[in-house]
């Protein structure tokens, strides 16, 4: 059996990662902390990963997309505010948050989930919490870095202008290279 790795996303348009692109310059240029910064072309909005899955469970897995998608019709994000993970004194990840109509994107997600628990897909301990990653943190980091690269994540002001219209949820393989992630849409489903 083959296996690939996968997870269900929502793409972003090109205004909003022309903006997130922007927003890392600033960043980089003001920390020394090592991470590793996301590709802006490959930011997108994760609603499940899955990990390693059969290759022949992609249809059913496209079929709960379907299902969720079904009864949602599409919704605008906006892309505004910056946060860490798990706290700006012990900085893994650093991300850029939504508002707008999250409510529908958290039902959309939780349909999703409920749809691929029976398909024996363990549901996510923690709450939904919808965001784009913009870098995590290198291993090496010292926790002195992690806290000045706190510090400057609750010092920036970030507000985009930028909107994203979710009418398109994306099963998504992923590959590992030493240049970082591929990724390839398996199957789309749009919003009804």
Do not use: C
Not at 86 to 111: I, Y
């Amino acid at each position: 059996m083959e296996q690939i790795r996968s997870f269900i996303a929502i793409e972003l348009s090109g205004e909003v990662k022309q903006a997130l692109t922007r927003l890392q310059d600033r960043l980089k240029s003001g920390s020394r902390t090592p991470v590793r910064w996301v590709d802006s072309n490959s930011i997108h909005l994760t609603l499940k990963f899955l990990g390693d899955i059969d290759v022949n469970m992609t249809g059913k897995i496209t079929e709960v997309m379907e299902e969720a998608a079904s009864g949602t019709h599409p919704f605008h994000l906006e892309i505004s505010g910056l946060g860490v993970f798990p706290n700006p004194r012990r900085v893994q990840v650093v991300w850029v948050g939504l508002t707008g109509e999250v409510e529908r994107l958290g039902q959309l997600q939780k349909r999703i989930e409920a749809g691929l628990t029976p398909l024996g897909f363990a549901a996510e301990s923690r709450s939904f919490t919808p965001h784009l990653t913009l870098a995590r943190v290198r291993d090496r980091a010292t926790p002195y870095e992690r806290q000045d690269l706190g510090r400057l994540i609750e010092g920036t002001r970030f507000e985009s202008g930028s909107s994203l219209k979710a009418d398109t949820v994306h099963l998504m393989k992923s590959q590992l290279t030493r240049e970082g992630p591929v990724y390839t849409r398996l199957s789309s489903v749009v919003l009804k």
